[in-house]
């Protein structure tokens, strides 16, 4: 069965230094992977997706890929109070002919400290 | 800028009552998702659907049953609910396998 595993915190980072989200998945056959963040009764919205190993950077926002150690991870620089909120890893395979969506952890609650 | 738009946002049933739960895309997108979340937990998927007239079971999908006539629409439906089912409901969808998928806002279902 695949599994995505996340620490579910809370982890609390002061202001303005970088939060780090991990996760790791059981699947070797994982392919794509997503990181979502999920403000308190609003539905997820993606922050970043990372297909390749190595780093992959996107404003504050930078998610590692290692396929070898099925290691997925999420950094937050000049983290920020509206960064606040549960982060969710997820991980799909690509498969050619179902398509059964992505499989989720269940999410690191993150808190931004002014 | 509709997405995926989810009907209702919140709704409480008795014990045994049946509803369906509204979700339709307007992205053109062949992949459709039902999700399940319960506080503290992850997302679970119910069912899926990789087109019109194609769905298929997901990891949790005993007490449901969906349909997809169209590309548009894919309603779940719950039948003599239970207790079990108090939850938040996010329909979704993507245009191929293993790529993003886009959520609805939600609907919030308590069963009593």
């Known amino acids: 069965q695949k599994e995505v595993e996340q620490n579910s915190g809370p982890l609390s980072v002061p202001e303005g230094a970088i939060a780090s989200l991990n996760c790791t998945y059981s699947?070797?056959?994982?392919?794509?992977f997503f990181w979502y963040r999920q403000y308190s009764g609003k539905s997820p919205e993606l922050i970043m997706s990372?297909?390749?190993?190595g780093d992959k950077e996107d404003g504050r926002f930078t998610a590692q890929l290692n396929k070898a150690s099925q290691y997925v991870s999420l950094l937050i620089r000049d983290s920020q109070p509206s960064d606040s909120a549960t982060y969710l890893c997820?991980?799909?395979?690509?498969?050619?002919?179902?398509?059964?969506?992505?499989?989720f952890g269940k999410g690191t609650h993150l808190i931004i400290q002014p | 800028n509709a997405g995926v738009t989810q009907t209702p946002k919140f709704r409480i049933l008795k014990i045994g009552q049946s509803m369906t739960l509204q979700c339709t895309q307007d992205?053109?997108?062949?992949?459709m998702y039902w999700y399940r979340q319960d506080p503290g937990m992850g997302l679970k998927l119910i069912y899926y659907?990789?087109?019109?007239?194609?769905?298929d079971k997901g990891e949790v999908p005993n007490g449901y049953n969906v349909s997809r006539s169209t590309t548009e629409d894919f309603p779940l439906r719950l039948e003599l609910a239970a207790p079990s089912q108090t939850s938040v409901y996010f329909c979704?969808?993507?245009?191929?396998?293993?790529?993003?998928?886009?959520f609805g806002e939600g609907s919030w279902l308590t069963v009593v």
């Open positions: 979704a969808s993507s245009d191929r396998a293993g790529n993003t998928i886009y």
């Open positions: 659907s990789v087109g019109a007239g194609i769905t």
């Open positions: 699947d070797r056959g994982s392919q794509s």
């Open positions: 990372i297909y390749s190993n």
């Open positions: 992205m053109n997108h062949n992949y």
């Open positions: 997820a991980s799909a395979m690509y498969s050619g002919g179902g398509a059964d969506g992505l499989t």
